[in-house]
């Protein structure tokens, strides 16, 4: 079970966005509402209960809170326990005097739902955010033990990297998966494909996915980081499948035999990116700047050096 928080200040924009799942063309796929206690699922009527409980509390501006749980894609759970893993994970956190609406998504190859709460309870007092992130990893370990559901692994040993709470809030409001999200998928396939260093190299840059290697003047690499699209990502941002020592693992990476092939994929990603006026640019001296939320990649230059790792 995974649980994927975002703090916000629009219930009404979310809500949308999960009713809007429920009109899909596919019937199948069709999100549905497990449970909730407004008065009404109007948007205008449940815009009007917000802002009585809002008032309560005027000045606090994150007073959304949105949690998606996901189980393994083996766990063919009901609605009943849907919803009985819902308000547990609801009132462990403290949401047991807050409105609510409980949605339930079709439209993954994995049961997933999505809680939407307001943080000011009726009586005016607020659910503290202080450590939510680690309390709410708490709490799915609690409700994994006590549902009997397959435990997932912390996200420090995930293969793929969780997305962090701007990633989410960017996709929520684009409606189209981030830059590493895709990266991540395109990786799984190059990888999947290929049966040594080489031809992942070949792979990944038929994706125009351009490769940096750390590379030192022995032919030793100790790291990778992947261009794509104008971001920029270290493996351990992607996840731990994608740092170069599992790769290394995966592909029977030999030094000698590969150093050619990563040097040429360095001296190509550093002709393609040279920066103008910026001399004896290389790029084993990139920089890993971009903290993995699609916020662009900063750089740092200077004359003699390009960016040092």
């Not at 339930?104 to 939510?132: C, E, Q």
């Amino acid at each position: 079970m995974i649980a994927k928080q975002i703090k916000g200040k629009n219930f009404i924009g979310a809500f949308a966005y999960n009713e809007r799942k429920m009109n899909i063309a596919d019937k199948n796929k069709r999100a549905e509402i497990l449970g909730t206690n407004f008065t009404s699922l109007k948007k205008g009527l449940i815009d009007k209960e917000i802002r009585m409980v809002r008032s309560l509390r005027p000045n606090l501006k994150k007073y959304f809170y949105h949690t998606a749980l996901s189980f393994h894609p083996s766990e063919q759970l009901d609605n009943a326990t849907m919803i009985e893993i819902a308000h547990t994970y609801m009132n462990k956190n403290g949401f047991n005097a807050n409105q609510y609406v409980i949605f339930r998504h079709h439209d993954a190859d994995h049961p997933h739902i999505h809680l939407l709460m307001n943080r000011i309870r009726f009586d005016g007092t607020v659910v503290s955010d202080s450590n939510d992130y680690k309390r709410s990893e708490r709490i799915v370990r609690e409700i994994e033990n006590e549902f009997k559901l397959r435990p997932n692994i912390s996200s420090e040993r995930a293969l793929f990297k969780a997305p962090k709470k701007d990633e989410l809030e960017m996709v929520l409001r684009t409606k189209t998966p981030s830059k590493k999200m895709i990266l991540q998928k395109l990786l799984k396939n190059t990888l999947s494909k290929s049966a040594n260093i080489q031809e992942f190299i070949r792979a990944c840059e038929k994706e125009k996915i351009h490769l940096v290697f750390n590379q030192a003047s022995t032919g030793r690499v100790s790291g990778i980081s992947y261009i794509y699209d104008g971001f920029k990502f270290k493996g351990q941002q992607i996840g731990n499948n994608f740092k170069f020592s599992n790769i290394a693992k995966t592909l029977h990476y030999e030094q000698d035999g590969d150093r050619s092939a990563i040097t040429g994929a360095n001296e190509r990603n550093a002709e393609s990116r040279k920066p103008e006026g910026i001399e004896n640019f290389t790029g084993r001296t990139a920089v890993e700047n971009c903290d993995g939320n699609n916020n662009g990649i900063q750089e740092n230059h200077s004359r003699n050096r390009g960016f040092s790792r």
